[in-house]
Every structure is written in structure tokens, then in C-alpha cells.
């Protein structure tokens, strides 16, 4: 079954304590984008790549990472978490880099930073 | 840097009344559009998209969508609403070089039995 497969699906942490909520895709997609989700705000771009080992940041990038070594995986990483940065965070891939791509979204991953 | 606004952050309908959620794009060339649902719990799923093909699009469940252009528009309609409507839905505009996407705050549909 093709999809984007995200893990923890929930999460709970300590400010400073450094987290990587995995997502990986099954498509062979080029294209992989995160996003958080907050109320009133919509979603949000934080990183996209648009291959292997080419990533660039979106709209909110501020205390987040992220590598794509491999084609399927698109890791999100933050090194200190702070509280601001509790959300719900939503992968995503599309099959190229093109504008009028369907993107398919994981299942979610909430985070709490106590 | 495009944008999207939707207007109206709640709507409630009846059963089998007309939905109807707005959007409004800013771009200064024509766009690629899209609408979006998510389901309680769920990721977003696509349920169409405009790309210059034809004005009016028809999406998934019956919904479809019109591209005015005069009015920088991309409302979503929908005939007769169902229970199984209720959901979020979000706008979305991709950016010109197509590698960025810009969401609405969503709206959240209520139907009422």
C-alpha cells in the first residue's frame, strides 16, 4: 500500500532534550516537505527536499533539522525542543517538484514539549 | 510569497443542504490550487486541484471547485451535504517554482442531522 509512514504518533517531552520524528515514504517520491499544524494558523512549511542531499527551508524552520540521506526517509530533528514548539507535525511526499503535485500526508505525529 | 485565505473558520450546514467554503488566492501569475480534507485524527487527503485545465473542477464525494480568476477566487461546493462531510478543510496554493505549498487557516465543517 503506498504511503507516508510517520513515527511516534504521539509525543511527549522535556524542553532541551533532543527528539527525531521519523517519516518515510513507499512511492519513490522526490519530493518530501514537513509541516506543523497549529490552531488558527493552518500548516505550515517547515523544511522540504526536493532529493537526496537537497533540503531547504520553508516558512517556520527556526530550531528544527532535517536530512535526506535516502530517497524514502525525511527525518524532522530538534536539537533543544522548546514549548513553542509543541504542534502536530505532518509529513509529506509528492512524486516530483512540480506545482500541480497531489501531495500524500502521513498520519501525524503530536508533539508536547513540557 | 503566495497566500491563501479562507474565510469563515467554522461553518455548519444542514444535511443535505449546500456547502459552500471560500478561498481566496493572492498570486500575480495564474496559480495551482488545491483543496484538502482532513478527517479527525488523519492526515490530509486531496480532494482536487486546478491546474489551468478547466475552470470548473469536480473533486472526490462529490465536491468541485471554480477558478474565477476576476475575483481571485477557488470557492468549494458541494450539493447536498452528508454527515460524513464533517471535517477540516484546507486551501492550498503551491508557489511558482512549485517546491513550497502555503495553506489556509482551514475550515471546519459541522453537519447537522
Known amino acids: 500500500e503506498a504511503q507516508v509512514t510517520q513515527n511516534p504518533r504521539y509525543l511527549i517531552t522535556v524542553t532541551g532534550k533532543k527528539l527525531t520524528v521519523t517519516c518515510s515514504q513507499n512511492?519513490?517520491?522526490?519530493?518530501m516537505s514537513w509541516y506543523r499544524q497549529d490552531p488558527g494558523l493552518g500548516l505550515r512549511q517547515i523544511y522540504y527536499s526536493m532529493n537526496v542531499e537537497v533540503t531547504d527551508k520553508g516558512d517556520v524552520p527556526e530550531g528544527y533539522k532535517v536530512s535526506r540521506k535516502e530517497k524514502r526517509n525525511f527525518p524532522l530533528i530538534l536539537e533543544s525542543p522548546s514549548p513553542n514548539q509543541t504542534s502536530l507535525y505532518f509529513c509529506?511526499?509528492?512524486?516530483?517538484?512540480?506545482?500541480?503535485?497531489?501531495?500524500?500526508f502521513g498520519s501525524g505525529t503530536q508533539l508536547s514539549v513540557l | 510569497a503566495q497566500s491563501v485565505t479562507q474565510l469563515g473558520s467554522h461553518v455548519s450546514v444542514s444535511e443535505g443542504a449546500l456547502v459552500l467554503l471560500r478561498c481566496n488566492y493572492s498570486s500575480s501569475v495564474p496559480p495551482y490550487l488545491f483543496w484538502y480534507v482532513q478527517y479527525p485524527n488523519q492526515g490530509l487527503q486531496l480532494l482536487l486541484k486546478?491546474?489551468?485545465?478547466?475552470?470548473l473542477v469536480k473533486g472526490i464525494n462529490g465536491f468541485e471547485a471554480e477558478f474565477k480568476k476576476s475575483e481571485t477566487s477557488f470557492h468549494l461546493t458541494k450539493p447536498s451535504a452528508h454527515m460524513s462531510d464533517a471535517a477540516e478543510y484546507f486551501c492550498a496554493v503551491s508557489s511558482n517554482t512549485g517546491n513550497q505549498f502555503y495553506f489556509g487557516t482551514g475550515t471546519s465543517l459541522t453537519v447537522i442531522p
Open positions: 486546478y491546474t489551468s485545465a478547466a475552470t
Open positions: 512511492m519513490n517520491h522526490e519530493y
Open positions: 509529506a511526499s509528492s512524486r516530483q517538484v512540480k506545482g500541480n503535485e497531489k501531495l500524500f
